[in-house]
């Protein structure tokens, strides 16, 4: 982290905790708590409280505290999350809001091994509420003084065997239905491209899902995906080359092409599968 983005984080201490009416935990997240930052990174402050002021507020709290802010922009996804976006110079800046109540209650259904998959246009694979468990376990806490946050990354600290189990075996799922089935064969047969691509979309990203959870090591999001799956010690041989040449191709666009590419999805399958624990 360079010496102007700490100055910047320092600077928005203080803003972020107006932004709340009662006690709040400040942290860093994203990719700059993650480790996986580059130049196009934007900065993530998440603000955990049980409530925060509204838009209007926080814009204007915003204009007085970053009068240099460009872009300003406050939104809500109430009652869980609401933001405050804008630029400095060329830095991005995301400042958002997280409701612990919703969070804690998400962070609960996970240790239970109960996880949801909800349509959102910002996360083109579908949001996955798991996610949150990692940005719990990847954040680093600016200041939480009444220590709201630390409950909630204990609990988190080892992977829950129940969440484990459960992404796993939904990892596979769609590559268990579609390989050999009726329609994935009628479709290669006609080389039919938006079929068959929305096919492969699925099981690739179903596996990227669980080997995540083989490796014990929460799914982050899809950013950066290589860096992330680079991570993560026991996957197959040519595992992401594999996904690449599997979702890419050669630019062929016939039946030979597609089948070879799906049968480079079910030997991946079948290697990963292996290194995933028996049942039982």
């Known amino acids: 982290m360079t010496p102007e983005l700490s100055r910047l984080i320092d600077r928005l201490l203080p803003l972020a905790a107006a ?3 009662g006690p709040a935990a400040i942290a860093l997240a994203g990719a700059h708590a993650k480790g996986v930052a580059d130049a196009q990174s934007d900065l993530d402050i998440y603000v955990f409280a049980e409530d925060w002021l509204d838009n209007d507020a926080r814009r204007e709290l915003t204009r007085q505290a970053v009068p240099e802010a460009e872009g300003l922009r406050c939104w809500a996804a109430l009652p ?9 110079g060329t830095q ?8 612990l109540g919703p969070l804690r209650e998400t962070v609960a259904r996970a240790l239970d091994g109960e996880v949801e998959r909800r349509y959102e246009t910002w996360t ?11 940005d719990v376990a990847n954040v680093v806490v600016l200041a939480d003084p009444a220590g709201l946050l630390a409950p909630l990354v204990e609990a988190v600290r080892s992977y829950p065997p129940k969440l484990r189990q459960r992404l796993i075996a939904d990892g596979l799922r769609s590559a268990g239905f579609w390989i050999g089935n009726f329609h994935l064969e009628t479709a290669l047969s006609r080389a039919d491209g ?14 990227v899902h669980a080997a995540f959870a083989i490796n014990e090591v929460y799914f982050p999001g899809d950013k950066k995906m290589s860096k992330q799956l680079g991570k ?3 996957l197959p041989a040519g595992f992401q080359a594999g996904l690449d040449a599997a979702l890419l191709g050669r630019g062929d666009a016939s039946t030979a092409a597609w089948r070879e590419r799906f049968q480079i999805i079910e030997r991946l399958t079948g290697e990963l599968r292996s290194l995933a624990p028996r049942a039982g």
């Open 124 to 134: 083109p694979n579908g949001y996955y509420s798991d996610c949150e468990l990692a």
């Open 232 to 234: 993560l010690p026991r």
């Open 194 to 207: 938006f079929y068959l691509q929305s096919m492969m979309q699925q099981i690739v990203n179903d596996l």
């Open 92 to 99: 991005e800046v995301e400042m958002s809001m997280h409701a």
């Open 19 to 21: 932004f709340t009416t």
């Open 80 to 88: 869980a999350l609401a933001g405050t976006d804008f630029k400095v």
